[in-house]
Nanobody, 123 residues
């Protein structure tokens, strides 16, 4: 069982930055792929970024590539999402998830989810 707690959301102006954190319970964090997804009102949850257990490989949605960076600190059982050059269309609730499968881009592949943290970007 893995419990995930996100933090770091808030309200910022377009062009600004935020760093989201997701801290996991348990001693098996380093065996999980970790992903960030987001869900805007009235829309489905969409993939944002993911990182493999060792942190060697990272994957990004086209919409955030070059602006967002995912990283992890296995010693702190925490995954981060650094978000720069934020746009109003980045407004959503951001969720982190954990899975041990080879698929990381699809939300159904994730076994555990946090409660989400809200990000609002004003224009």
């Amino acid at each position: 069982q893995v419990q995930l707690v996100e933090s770091g959301g808030g309200l910022v102006q377009a062009g600004g930055s935020l760093r989201l954190s997701c801290t996991a319970s348990g001693r098996t964090f380093s065996s999980y792929n970790m992903g960030w997804f987001r869900q805007a009102p009235g829309q489905e949850r969409e993939f944002v970024a993911a990182i493999t257990p060792s942190g060697v490989s990272a994957f990004y949605a086209d919409a955030v590539k070059g602006r967002f960076t995912i990283s992890r600190d296995n010693a702190k059982t925490t995954v981060y999402l650094q978000m720069n050059s934020l746009k109003p269309e980045d407004t959503a609730v951001y969720y982190c998830g954990a899975n041990r499968r080879t698929v990381v881009l699809i939300s159904n592949a994730y076994d555990y989810w946090g409660q989400g943290t809200r990000v609002t970007i004003s224009s």
